[in-house]
Nanobody, 131 residues
Framework: QVQLVESGGGLVQAGESLRLSCAAS????????MGWFRQAPNSGNEREFVAAISWSGGNIYYADSVKGRFTISRDNAKNTMYLQMNSLKPEDTAVYYC??????????????????????WGQGTQVTVSS
């Protein structure tokens, strides 16, 4: 079992930055593909894909809406994944979730963009961007 805990959310003004962290416990994240999703107010149960990093760290995907502004990274030694968010916009307001699944022997070393592909989830951290 992997437990994930997000932190770093908060209230910022448009144009500012935040860095989210996803700390894992229970297992080392080495070998785990990981991703960030977000759920905006009034969006129902659907979580929007934000960014994902493959288990090796060698492949990364971003949603078009955050490309060029957000950077995903991982530090296996600290068992932590990060999301650096720059030039934040009001439409980035959401609860941000990190997710993980063991991928090292599951085929190509590719990030996963679909919510259903992830087995482990954190509880989320609120990001609010005011205009």
């Amino acid at each position: 079992q992997v437990q994930l805990v997000e932190s770093g959310g908060g209230l910022v003004q448009a144009g500012e930055s935040l860095r989210l962290s996803c700390a894992a416990s229970g297992r080392t994240i080495s070998g785990y593909g990981m991703g960030w999703f977000r759920q905006a107010p009034n969006s129902g149960n659907e979580r929007e894909f934000v960014a994902a990093i493959s288990w090796s760290g060698g492949n990364i995907y971003y949603a078009d809406s955050v490309k060029g502004r957000f950077t995903i990274s991982r530090d296996n030694a600290k068992n932590t994944m990060y999301l650096q968010m720059n030039s934040l916009k009001p439409e980035d307001t959401a609860v941000y979730y990190c997710a993980a699944r063991y991928d090292q022997y599951s085929g190509p070393d590719l990030p996963r963009k679909r919510q259903v592909e992830y087995r482990y989830w954190g509880q989320g951290t609120q990001v609010t961007v005011s205009s």
